[in-house]
């Protein structure tokens, strides 16, 4: 069982920046790949970016790519998302969720998470 904890939502206007974090707990995180979704409010759970084991192969959703960063430091249990340039349609519950396969690639599919967090709220005002 992992068990995560993210933490660094808040409210942030348009053009400023936010970073997440998620921490998770177990001894076997440095094999983990690792995802931030989100979820806006009558919208379906989607992917935003994904990060493999190593940190060497990363994914991001066209919506965000140039915008946010996926990061991860093994030793700290922890995963990373930086949002920059944040717009209002940013707006949504951020969710960090585990990939426990070792793959050397970043996990794309949500049917391959088997762990989630419990979310925390970003809302970028206009």
């Known amino acids: 069982q992992v068990q995560l904890v993210e933490s660094g939502g808040g409210l942030v206007q348009a053009g400023g920046s936010l970073r997440l974090s998620c921490v998770a707990s177990?001894?076997?995180?440095?094999?983990?790949?690792m995802g931030w979704f989100r979820q806006a409010p009558g919208k379906e759970r989607e992917l935003v970016a994904a990060?493999?084991?190593?940190?060497?192969?990363?994914y991001y959703a066209d919506s965000v790519k140039g915008r946010f960063t996926i990061s991860r430091d093994n030793a700290k249990n922890t995963v990373y998302l930086q949002m920059n340039s944040m717009k209002p349609e940013d707006t949504a519950d951020y969710y960090c969720?585990?990939?426990?396969?070792?793959?050397?690639?970043?996990?794309?599919?949500?049917?391959?998470?088997?762990?989630w967090g419990q979310g925390t709220q970003v809302t970028v005002s206009s």
């Open positions: 990060i493999s084991w190593s940190g060497g192969d990363t």
């Open positions: 177990g001894r076997r995180f440095g094999t983990y790949g």
């Open positions: 969720a585990v990939d426990s396969a070792l793959t050397s690639v970043a996990p794309i599919s949500e049917t391959e998470y088997e762990y």
